[in-house]
């Protein structure tokens, strides 16, 4: 709970300048964890939290389940304002990877909740985004 308290406090910080525009959009990408952590219920929680907060559009994007084939899960990061990151699972394609990087380097912001920070171990430029990671 304290996590999500500080998710919340975080993207309030990031709505002060927004304050007077529409809605922030929000991508919720989610869809896998490891056996520690619930990938489900953290995204319940996530959701409950920002839908309430009355100021964030929120859309869910879920990736494929472990094991599946990832090199079609593409989704629009350009799309919104920030990319709350409740993922940890396997690789994303080099095409989705890149087109994250390229969407940070555009100036779009992250939100990493508690596992996700696991994710990617071996991707360089993920780790140096979320500032602490690779622990694969």
């Not at 709505?15 to 995204?43: F, P, R």
């Not at 839908?51 to 629009?76: L, Q, Y």
């Amino acid at each position: 709970m304290l996590r999500i308290v500080t998710l919340i406090t975080l993207l309030f910080s990031f709505t002060t300048s927004l304050m007077a525009a529409d809605n922030i959009k929000v991508m919720h990408l989610t869809g896998q964890s490891n056996k520690y952590h619930s990938w489900k219920g953290t995204g319940d929680a996530i959701n409950k939290h920002l839908k309430s907060a009355g100021i964030f559009d929120v859309d869910v994007v879920t990736s494929p389940a472990g094991g599946e084939d990832m090199s079609r899960f593409s989704p629009k990061f350009s799309d919104y304002d920030v990319v709350v990151l409740n993922y940890d699972g396997e690789d994303w394609s080099e095409k989705t990877k890149k087109a994250f990087v390229k969407y940070v380097r555009d100036g779009g912001g992250v939100v990493t909740v508690h596992g996700a920070n696991n994710s990617f171990a071996y991707w360089p430029e993920y780790n140096e985004i979320i500032g602490l990671g690779g622990w694969g």
